[in-house]
């Protein structure tokens, strides 16, 4: 496997120990295998590291059960200034600057914002620093929040260009059943396309101290695939993973990257952008856009919400509420609600083209991807 840029994601769980402290020896473990991927195998490294939470609960004597919100987000404030102390002198020793990246899901769900994370990544690593990223849970409200960082691995994939996104885990890779409770349980080596059956196998159980499992990790390889970037979920206790991953040893789960990957404009609509408002869609229009890639007439819009202007991202949805794509509008809410509401001759002439549900592009000729320029 030749990887050039990879991204590396380590769960809270591999990183303490079960006072809840952090585990040198598990970071000095890992620091030891990037250092050596960075000076040996000349790759470009960007880590994307959990344990803030669990390091502050663990200095702060707090239960991981008994704390609020607020006391996690303070416990986050605590940890991530142990956590990369920690790095610190861990990559030192390797002989590696480090630099601390926390970002939250506006980061990157506004095109501007995601550009710039894009170019201090870039910079980062052509100076030879390794990125450390971590979501900046002491701010991160619901609204804004990736949730968990298998999913901001996947994202940060996405933004820093990476060729292989490689998920550490306690387990050592996608099972059919959950194999902590089930014995007869079977490692998947390769996943070439996500399935509804897998998202059920994932189950959603995550491990004390983090916010994953394995439903996280298939979210975040999703991302990875439609980019082109093949995704590895390995156990993180593998000894020299990061190097026999790389080697090419069949280790963990291997999901492999679509051959066509999207357009870097459309990933970004696809999974960074958050979607202004909402259409929905009668059968016929739900039919037209995923079965025929067809144009969206206005007569198969039966619903409008939220505010948006011309060149937002809205997404797509039928009319139970299932959302089936995502798309870049060419006129504004307003706009749209009135020639709904006069429905004058000509309206229905009046169209917004969708391309697939998952390369969700609505367009208008002279407006294409209006607003998404890179
Ligand atoms: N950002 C959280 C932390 O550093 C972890 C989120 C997760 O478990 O995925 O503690």
Known sequence: MTARRIVVKIGSSSLTRADGLLSIESMARLAAQIGALRHTDGAEVILVSSGAVAAGLGRLHWRPSEVTLREKQSAAAVGQGLLIDAYRDLFAVQDVEVAQVLLVRSDLEERRRYVHVRNTLSTLLRHGVLPIVNENDTVAVDEIRFGDNDTLAGLVALVADANLLLLLTDTDGFYDADPRTESSAQKIPD???????????AGRAGSRVGTGGM??????????????????????????????????????????????????????????????????????????????????????ITGISGAFRSGDVIELATLSGRVIGKGIVNCSSWDLKDWLARRKPGAAARELRVVHHREMSIEREGIRDAGIEA
């Open 215 to 300: 439903r996280t990790k298939l979210e975040a390889a999703r991302i990875a695939m439609d980019a082109g970037i093949d995704t590895v979920v390995v156990g993180s206790e593998e000894p020299d993973v990061l190097q026999r991953v790389l080697a090419g040893e069949p280790l963990g789960t291997t999901f492999h990257a679509r051959r066509d990957p999207l357009p870097r404009k459309k990933l970004w609509m696809v999974h960074g952008s958050r979607p202004a408002g909402r259409l929905t869609l009668d059968a016929g229009a739900v039919d037209a856009v995923l079965e025929r890639s067809a144009s969206l007439l206005l007569p198969g």
């Open 191 to 201: 996943v070439w396309e996500l399935t509804d059956s897998m998202a059920k196998m």
